[in-house]
């Protein structure tokens, strides 16, 4: 599995995923309609039309989704146990559709777990950006890895 162990990480270490995602008006619409989120801004072109934004936004939840995902195979792909947290989630720019998004990550913190001595625990940050650049979305997230024993 490409994923990293617990040990292959170092704090301070930042990745930009190679991976770039097209977000499409039928990615948001399915999400929505999946996830049963009838907010108008994102499906009701008519409504987001005489916002702020001049148009539909791209689901933040989908957007949180696709930059955690852009970074499994580089990160985690078959070296995590769970995923056990998401704290500081902020949204500073909005996504639109046809808006290509890419992800970093940074390890913040880790330590051996207390109750589960084969894995880790990592803190890591992660932020999706928009092709001119703009932060899209932040989170940080708490993982427990395997660690690498024998």
Known sequence: MPGKYFEDLVI?????????RTVTETDNLLFSALTMNTQPLHLNADF??????????VNGLFTLALVIGLSV?????GTIVANLGYASVSHPNPVFHGDTIYAE????E?????????????????WGTKQGGQIVVEVERSVLFLRRLG
């Open 12 to 20: 301070g270490e930042r990745i930009r995923h190679s991976t770039g």
């Open 110 to 126: 880790k330590r051996v777990s207390r109750s589960r001595p084969d894995c880790g625990v990592v803190r890591i940050k992660h």
């Open 105 to 108: 990550s940074e390890v913040l």
């Open 48 to 57: 987001a039309a005489r916002t702020e934004f001049g148009q539909r936004i």
């Open 73 to 77: 195979s580089e990160l985690t792909e």
